[in-house]
């Protein structure tokens, strides 16, 4: 039969705004996550990593946090700009035997208005 | 340094034909890994190359295959093409230098249309 399209979550902000985009990961095992940044007709862009020791990173403009014990992750976006306007995506590693396979989250649209 | 590089960008077949994808990573990369991308699925786990072997799978068909060269550069086919394998096929590349995990880098994609 047809397959059914994934319906992705969105959020809508205004420019200047902070951003907060959540993620619930399956894999209790995973020690590695990335958050990816995806434009329309491109590739998915590495914005920021964490690793299962530690339970906030932070880089230019944006923060990760990790709560292993509910397996949730989210990605704060400061003072959001048009340009970050994209699908955004969390991934998660178990390491070890699954080296190089990445398990992708469904995705968050994110809209930024000016 | 330059990014993963992919080729063709796009590409249009019939049912039935087969496919042959290219994937260049990074200088110095030694992992690729392959994905699928579809607005039904979303980003799917293909296989993972590191010094010319297959090192991880995911679960799909014996009719997605793929190599890797010893200049790291990969290639994947998929043969006996099906409507449903029309996708935006990513391929990623990491250092693999070490044992624990190191982020994947994506190049552009291979968008694969199937009639």
């Known amino acids: 039969g047809e397959s059914v399209g994934l319906h992705l979550p969105t959020l809508s902000v205004q420019e200047g705004d902070n951003s907060i985009i959540n993620c619930a990961y399956s894999n209790s095992a995973s020690d590695y996550f990335i958050w990816y940044k995806q434009e329309s007709g491109k590739g998915p862009q590495f914005i920021i990593d964490i690793r299962s020791n530690m339970d906030k990173r932070q880089g230019q403009r944006v923060t990760v946090l990790l709560n292993k014990t509910v397996k949730h992750l989210s990605l704060q976006i400061a003072a959001t700009q048009p340009g970050d306007s994209a699908v955004y995506f969390c991934a998660e590693n178990a390491g070890g035997t699954s080296y190089g396979k990445l398990t992708f989250g469904q995705g968050t649209i994110l809209t930024v208005h000016p | 340094k330059a990014g993963v590089t992919q080729t063709p960008r796009y590409l249009i077949k019939t049912r039935g034909q087969q496919v042959t994808l290219s994937c260049s990573p990074i200088?110095?990369?030694?992992?690729v890994s392959w994905y699928q991308q579809t607005p039904g699925q979303g980003l799917q786990f293909l296989f993972e190359y590191f010094s010319e072997t297959q090192r991880n799978k995911g679960n799909f068909p014996g009719r997605f295959s793929g190599r890797q060269f010893s200049n790291s550069r990969s290639e994947m086919n998929v043969s006996t093409l099906e409507l449903g394998d029309s996708a935006l096929y990513l391929c990623?590349?990491?250092?693999?230098?070490?044992?624990?995990?190191?982020?994947?880098?994506f190049g552009p994609g291979t968008r694969l249309l199937v009639l």
């Open positions: 200088s110095g990369h030694r992992s």
């Open positions: 990623a590349s990491s250092p693999r230098s070490g044992g624990t995990q190191e982020t994947q880098y």
